[in-house]
């Protein structure tokens, strides 16, 4: 079954950094685009972050650009995202999702962040 | 606030046919396509409608997409209670550099 698993949530103070992993299997990672999207307590879904199959390529949402840094390693079959000066607001579920077709297709059970003092 | 304009509720009989709608721009909807994702509460959201109007496997031909300028549409036909969810319509937005939702819309099947 195709499936992602997404790992590295926590609590965490503002100003404070952690790092999220996310595990792909059952499908050729190195060949598809992945993206992070979040969602916070009782709100809609945002989109976070891009990555080309290659990483040559990168996008942010304006709200985490400069703070948020993605990456991928194609051997490990693993999508990563490392948040620096975390906000209250960046409070949130956040899911690890293949891109194919111009569309979000599949998407992990996601992690939780909590950034809270 | 979203760039893409969604109704935030929307509510029908069983049996009967539902729209909810997407108002986007140009450098979004209007120059790219639409992906329509159904989200239970405290589950991940799951892929209903790509390419505007195209269903993956697996997903019942209730489910309809279409798109129109700069608005997309996602139909609903026989409701079941089973529907009741939320649903968003996302894109890529050519100006931002930028993946784009909407704000969502709750579905209620009464």
């Known amino acids: 079954e195709v499936q992602l698993v997404e790992s590295g949530g926590d609590l965490v103070q503002p100003g404070g950094s952690l790092r999220l992993s996310c595990e792909a299997s059952?499908?050729?990672?190195?060949?598809?685009?992945m993206n992070w999207v979040r969602q916070a307590p009782g709100k809609g879904l945002e989109w976070v972050s891009y990555?080309?199959?290659?990483?040559?390529?990168?996008f942010y949402a304006d709200s985490v650009k400069g703070r948020f840094t993605i990456s991928r390693d194609n051997a490990k079959k693993s999508l990563y995202l490392q948040m620096n000066s975390l906000r209250v607001e960046d409070t949130a579920v956040y899911y690890c999702?293949?891109?194919?077709?111009?569309?979000?297709?599949?998407w992990g059970q996601g992690t939780l962040v909590t950034v809270s003092s | 606030q979203s760039v893409l304009t969604q109704p935030p509720s929307v509510s029908a009989a069983p049996g009967q046919k539902v729209t909810i709608s997407c108002s986007g721009s140009?450098?979004?909807?209007?120059?790219?396509?639409v992906s329509w994702y159904q989200q239970f509460p405290g589950t991940a959201p799951k892929l209903l409608i790509y390419?505007?109007?195209q269903r993956p496997s697996g997903i019942p031909d209730r489910f309809s997409g279409s798109k129109s300028g700069t608005s997309a549409t996602l139909g609903i036909t026989g409701l079941q209670t089973g529907d009741e969810a939320d649903y968003y319509c996302?894109?890529?937005?050519?100006?931002?550099?930028?993946?784009?939702f909407g704000g969502g819309t709750k579905l209620t099947v009464l």
């Open positions: 999702v293949r891109r194919e077709y111009d569309a979000f297709d599949v």
């Open positions: 990555i080309s199959s290659s990483s040559r390529i990168t």
């Open positions: 996302g894109t890529w937005d050519s100006s931002l550099s930028a993946g784009v």
């Open positions: 059952e499908f050729t990672f190195s060949s598809f685009y």
């Open positions: 390419d505007n109007h």
């Open positions: 140009r450098s979004n909807i209007g120059d790219n396509s």
